[in-house]
């Protein structure tokens, strides 16, 4: 059988490319803590790769408090968490790089192979110049154009849109549930990055470390 031909690698940024799950664990953690809410990293793993406003959402939740909020007054809250978040981000530097990331984007570069963030962050593009990633990235989807977040497929569509690529020569790279499903029903393989547990259902799991184009050919039975 013919092996799919890899083109694109299209890469979720927080918790693969540099760990700012953490920051947005941190800020969140300040601001349930603030509203008298339970929040801990169990808690926090069902809002990896959600979007803002639907994290928030969750928290409150959590603490059967949704309803006391009025719309307008969530929206300060998610800004409050966003502003703390920013605070933290500032201090991110190239030497933030997940292990073994800067080597993979290096090797997809010298074959050829196109590089996109698929990032439902809106501070995605200031993390990647924190990182000094920016002229890495072939393309970069903008999160406030994408109308569903993750475990929707727009963001990885877009993507691979991007490229006028087909799903088949396209890989997505994710360490959240909802990215490895976001990336299936964009039709994608999935690398996961994480425990196989949290990683189910992805076509190949690993850590960012390991992560090699030689790995995913042959995992993924693919081809350059
Ligand atoms: C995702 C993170 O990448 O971006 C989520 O995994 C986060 O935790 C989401 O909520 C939105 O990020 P931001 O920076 O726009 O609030
Ligand atoms: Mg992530």
């Given at each position: 059988m013919e092996k799919n031909k890899l083109k694109a690698v299209i890469f979720d940024l927080d918790g693969v490319i540099t760990d700012s799950a953490t920051y947005h664990y941190l800020a969140w953690k300040s601001l349930a803590g603030e509203l008298g809410i339970p929040f801990d990293e169990q808690y926090n793993e069902k809002l990896k790769g959600v979007s803002r406003m639907e994290s928030l959402e969750l928290i409150l939740q959590n603490g059967n408090?949704?309803?006391?909020?009025t719309k307008e007054q969530k929206e300060a809250l998610a800004d409050k968490k966003n502003n703390l978040y920013k605070e933290l981000i500032k201090q991110i530097s190239p030497a933030d790089i997940l292990p073994g990331i800067s080597s993979f984007l290096e090797e997809l570069k010298a074959n050829q192979i196109k590089i996109a963030l698929a990032s439902v962050s809106r501070n995605a593009p200031f993390i990647l110049g924190q990182l000094c990633?920016?002229?890495?990235?072939?393309y970069v989807a903008d999160a406030a154009a994408v109308p569903n977040a993750k475990p929707f497929p727009d963001i990885f569509l877009a993507g691979m849109s991007a490229f006028g690529l087909q799903p088949q020569n396209c890989v997505g790279v994710e360490d959240a549930r909802t990215g490895i499903e976001a990336i299936h029903r964009a039709g994608m393989p999935a690398v996961g990055v994480g425990t196989p547990e949290e990683m189910q259902g992805a076509e190949l799991v690993t850590t960012t470390q390991e992560l090699c184009l030689d790995l995913i050919l042959e995992r993924l039975g693919m081809e350059i």
């Open positions: 408090a949704s309803s006391q909020y990633l920016d002229t890495m990235f072939d």
